[in-house]
């Protein structure tokens, strides 16, 4: 039964991960945690992991050593980093401190742990991001492929203190770190990261108040919880399925064909409209969607998503099931939460 360390164990991503590798896949999981009580909140979320999933408490993921003690005795053969700073953590104002330090360091502070004293991993997978390409500013002049890369610089960054720009550049850097310590370390297991864009479906995580899910999740409810009048412009024209991207992080620690790679997965079109319009066939939200809007869509281009999609066999879901599912797991949330 192989072991599998999950870091940011608590997240959105990292939810629907540790749901298929326990239920789908077989694995008993580790999960990184801040503090044993979000380890308890999983388990209390999902009794059905109990003895095939524990925690170790990271409280910083980007100290010096920090990951030493939990490879020394992990034993793990593989490792999925989801760990990163969160576009919508309103303590997040620095970029340099709240954002570049912790996702460079949290990143290679990571490869190194393994490397010195994970003597069994196989293969790591890290959670990247298409932000590590472009913002979105620029999807209507670009064409993108998996080789694209973010031209917003650190400066940039230190100059705009924007959370959405400090968040693309420190994804672009944190990645730029783990290849160069790829290229310089060359360590025994492969890396492969992946650059996702918006990722919608079902809140597996724990969810305290519907005030705040995770900025997915919160962008898309807005759109039937009286947010809106009219259906609001796109933030970005690309999205996966959270359960498509779990698959392709799980694939992908055992596809050679994806090793040392960097990857753009899923890659279907997205906007507002196409969201609102998949909701309307789901009869308990009909009556709460805003009214049709009247953008013209942008068009996210990048030439071999459909390579990587089939490099891991990945088949990706409908609108439909993606934004059904995603409501209706919210409205079970909102019986059991009320209007917290």
């Known amino acids: 039964m192989p072991k599998t360390l999950v870091t940011g164990a608590n ?15 077989g694995h008993t999981v580790t999960g990184s945690v801040r503090t044993l009580s979000k380890g ?16 170790v408490v990271v409280s910083d993921y980007a100290k010096e050593g920090t990951w030493d003690k939990t490879f ?16 919508d953590n309103l303590e997040n104002t620095d970029f340099v401190k709240h954002y570049l330090e912790p996702s460079v360091h949290g990143a290679t502070e990571l490869l190194k742990s393994a490397k010195a004293y994970g003597k069994s991993v196989k293969a790591i997978v890290v959670t990247g991001s298409c932000n590590a390409m472009t913002t979105g500013m620029d999807v209507d ?35 730029k770190a783990i290849w160069k310590f790829v290229k310089e370390e060359k360590p025994v297991f492969s890396v492969t990261n992946l650059l996702p864009c918006l990722i919608f479906g079902p809140p597996l995580q724990p969810v305290q ?28 024209p690309s999205y996966i399925d959270v359960r498509d991207l ?16 960097r990857l753009a997965v899923g890659g279907a ?30 068009k996210f281009v990048i030439t071999d998503v459909e390579k990587w999609n089939e490099a891991l066999g990945l088949k990706l879901r409908t609108a ?14 909102e019986k059991i939460l009320g209007g917290k």
Do not use: M
């Not at 519907?210 to 609001?232: A, H, R």
């Open 246 to 261: 779990a698959t392709a992080h799980i694939l992908s620690l055992t596809t050679p064909a994806v090793f040392n790679q």
């Open 320 to 333: 439909e099931e993606t934004f059904g599912d995603a409501a209706r797991k919210i409205l079970e949330l």
């Open 269 to 298: 079109q997205y906007s507002s409209q196409l969201a609102v319009d998949s909701l309307k066939k789901v009869p308990e939200v009909a009556s709460r969607l805003p009214k049709d809007g009247s953008e013209v869509p942008k």
């Open 40 to 55: 308890e909140q999983i388990i209390a979320t999902h009794p059905e992991y109990a003895g095939k999933l524990d925690f």
């Open 72 to 87: 020394q005795e992990g034993n793990f053969d593989y490792v999925i980093h989801t760990a990163a700073p969160l576009l």
């Open 141 to 175: 002049s670009r064409v993108f492929s998996s080789d694209s890369w973010l031209p917003v610089t650190i400066d940039d960054a230190i100059k705009a203190q924007h959370p959405y720009i400090s968040y693309c550049v420190a994804k672009a850097e944190s990645e």
């Open 11 to 25: 997240g959105f991503v990292a939810a629907s991960i540790i749901d298929a590798l326990i239920l789908q896949y």
């Open 209 to 236: 108040s519907l005030k705040k899910i995770n900025y997915s999740n919160d962008v898309f409810y807005s759109l039937f919880n009286g947010t809106y009048e009219v259906t609001p412009d796109t933030s970005f």
